[in-house]
């Protein structure tokens, strides 16, 4: 497995890392920013305040995008476990 090859697979797994982690973190900084603003306008200071809706919106995004997280990692690992088996194969 040359330098090219290795390349390929840290671009593969970073690509794979955003892909799954991205959708639930965006979601998390949207609510944390809308929750910040409600507690500056406000002047309500309760941590529970922002935990809770980031903690339920997190919970619905990986609700909703489980199976599209699951197919990637499954194609992810289906594929690094290919390019294994063909390097122990030379």
């Known amino acids: 497995m040359g330098e090219?090859?290795?390349?390929?697979?840290?671009?593969?797994?970073?690509?794979?890392v955003?892909?799954?982690?991205?959708?639930?973190?965006?979601?998390?900084?949207?609510?944390g920013l809308a929750m910040s603003f409600i507690q500056a306008v406000t002047q309500i200071n309760e941590a529970t305040l922002a935990?809770?809706?980031?903690?339920?919106?997190?919970?619905g995004?990986?609700?909703?995008?489980?199976?599209f997280m699951l197919s990637t990692l499954m194609n992810y690992t289906q594929n690094l476990f290919d390019q294994i088996i063909e390097v122990g194969g030379k």
């Open 4 to 16: 090219a090859e290795v390349g390929v697979a840290l671009r593969d797994a970073m690509w794979v």
């Open 18 to 31: 955003f892909k799954l982690g991205g959708p639930p973190l965006v979601c998390a900084l949207i609510i």
């Open 51 to 59: 935990f809770v809706p980031k903690a339920l919106v997190i919970c």
């Open 61 to 67: 995004v990986l609700a909703l995008t489980g199976p």
